[in-house]
């Protein structure tokens, strides 16, 4: 077999910025950080987090997540490829895990395309410390044997799933950008069987000074998920150990 040899140009470093507590950036992400030139983050990546960039980086913001107006994911992309281009040491920063609903994809796609080298490096997800503020564990010998991560909306609208799987007893799943799908996520549960008082946690701005974890069980879940303002991420099947304690209590 033949050797293929492409060269590329640069490499640029897509990396996730974890949740929004800087202790919880990886090692190899902070020095990232303190080398970069170039910047370009999701608006989900929290400002203690950009703080820690090299003074004279310049640092762009490339939109929102979730919904409301983003730039094109294309007109993301050529500025990451032209900034590499340049010769500029580029990080493009995303929140959590640059893999978990993060298109990341598409971008290596892009940078596939254009000939530029590139490394990944992983982030703590939403779910991950979300779980941590609860002190439960995502999965649990003789409860869930499956982790679902799921999204509220897609491209399409909101997002259908295999309702059956997560309908049934002990099924854990964190669903991503799920606050204007949770009554449709509630409707669907329901019809699946699932049983109304099913906990579900949500929590906001998880691992940041402002958390709010909010317990709910499937059936005051819309109502609940409403109250929350910033990025919040849904525990299906999870309450906070502390609730789950007081319930046997008053089960005693
Ligand atoms: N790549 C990210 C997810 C980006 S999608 C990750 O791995 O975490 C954006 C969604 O992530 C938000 O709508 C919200 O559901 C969730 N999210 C991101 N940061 C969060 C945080 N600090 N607390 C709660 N949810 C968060």
Redesign the pocket.
């Known amino acids: 077999m033949a050797d293929t040899i492409t060269t590329r140009i640069g490499e640029v470093i897509l990396a996730?910025a974890g949740?929004?507590d800087p202790d919880l950036l990886t090692v190899a992400v902070l020095r990232e950080l303190g080398r970069a030139e170039v910047i370009l983050h999701?608006t989900?990546v929290s400002a203690e987090i950009l703080a820690l960039a090299h003074p004279q980086a310049v640092v762009i913001e490339t939109g929102k997540?979730?919904f409301g107006p983003s730039r094109p994911q294309h007109e993301i992309s050529a500025a990451i490829i032209a900034h590499a281009r340049a010769g500029r040491r580029v990080l493009r920063l995303?929140?959590?895990?640059?893999?978990?609903?993060?298109r990341l994809g598409e971008e290596l796609d892009a940078l596939d395309a254009a000939g530029i080298g590139y490394r990944v490096l992983p982030?703590i997800?939403?779910?991950s410390?979300?779980a941590a503020s609860l002190g439960q564990s995502l999965t649990e010998r003789g409860r869930n044997r499956e982790l679902r991560l799921i999204?509220g909306h897609d491209a399409q609208g909101l997002a259908e799933q295999d309702w059956s799987a997560l309908a049934r007893p002990g099924a854990v799943a964190a669903?991503?950008?799920?606050?204007r799908a949770a009554r449709f996520v509630q409707g669907r549960l329901l019809m699946h069987g699932a049983p109304a008082e099913t906990p579900a946690t949500v929590?906001?701005?998880?691992?940041?000074p402002d958390?709010t974890i909010r317990p709910a069980t499937l059936a005051t879940l819309p109502q609940v998920t409403q109250e929350a303002e910033?990025?919040?991420?849904i525990l299906l099947g999870l309450a906070p150990r502390d609730a789950r304690q007081s319930l046997k209590e008053i089960a005693l």
């Open positions: 996730g949740p929004g999701d989900l997540t979730g995303k929140s959590g895990d640059p893999g978990v609903f993060g982030g997800t939403a779910a410390a979300a999204t669903i991503y950008m799920g606050k929590i906001e701005n998880a691992s940041r958390q910033g990025p919040a991420v």
